[in-house]
């Protein structure tokens, strides 16, 4: 079975709705999927200064397991995500990515299928920037970049080939099946890889 590691950063819940997402679209080509939420760095009184950030991690932290970077050396493919941080990701993914030094000098992160994704809060807030800001850190493991492209027709409506992005808040239809479809196109190319 192929397995696939969905790991993000998520403040107030947007990209953790893409994160389940594309979980679930790995999950239906039938990986198994360990979705993991990074440790927040924030301190107690920013988050508390922001109700939806306060509610997010009242209602999701205790359901969502913290990411290890043993979840990285498990996975057949990687799935990376945070909301843009001008045009860069959040420091909490940026701290979790710096711990994977030893993996890579192993070679243990070369030739998995990785793919990113990113929200922000202004439709040009610096989606495509951070998601190739996250594809970076593919590049220096030597992963197997996997866009998500213009794949499949949820995949042509994002506006974006490089992952799929969103605006802060609930996700549309349409985000929500191109989300899918990028969990999907992981899996499978994932388990090519894998095999």
Not at 19 to 46: C, D, F, M, S, Y
Not at 52 to 67: F, L, S, T
Not at 79 to 93: I, M, V, Y
Request: aromatic share 6%; proline share 5%.
């Amino acid at each position: 079975m192929t397995k696939i590691a969905v790991i993000y950063y998520s403040a107030t819940g947007t990209v953790h709705e893409l994160a389940t997402q594309i979980a679930a679209g790995a999950e239906a080509e039938g990986a198994e999927v360990r979705l993991r939420r990074v440790k927040e760095l924030a301190p107690a009184e920013a988050i508390a200064s922001n109700a939806g950030w306060q509610q997010h991690v009242e209602e999701v932290h205790p359901k969502v397991a913290e990411a290890s970077i043993d979840d990285l050396e498990w996975a057949d493919g990687i799935a990376l995500g945070s909301p843009t941080r001008f045009g860069l990701p959040a420091a909490q993914l940026k701290q979790f990515i710096d711990q994977a030094g030893p993996l890579w000098g192993k070679g243990a992160l070369a030739s998995k299928a990785a793919t990113p994704f990113t929200s922000a809060s202004t439709t040009h807030g610096g989606h495509e920037s951070t998601a190739l800001a996250i594809a970076n850190t593919f590049y220096h493991w030597g992963s197997i970049v996997v866009p998500l492209g213009y794949t499949s027709e949820a995949a042509a409506g994002t506006g974006t080939p490089y992952g799929i992005s969103a605006l802060t808040g609930p996700l549309s239809d349409e985000t929500i099946a191109a989300a899918k479809a990028q969990g999907a196109r992981l899996a499978t190319i994932a388990a090519k890889l894998a095999a």
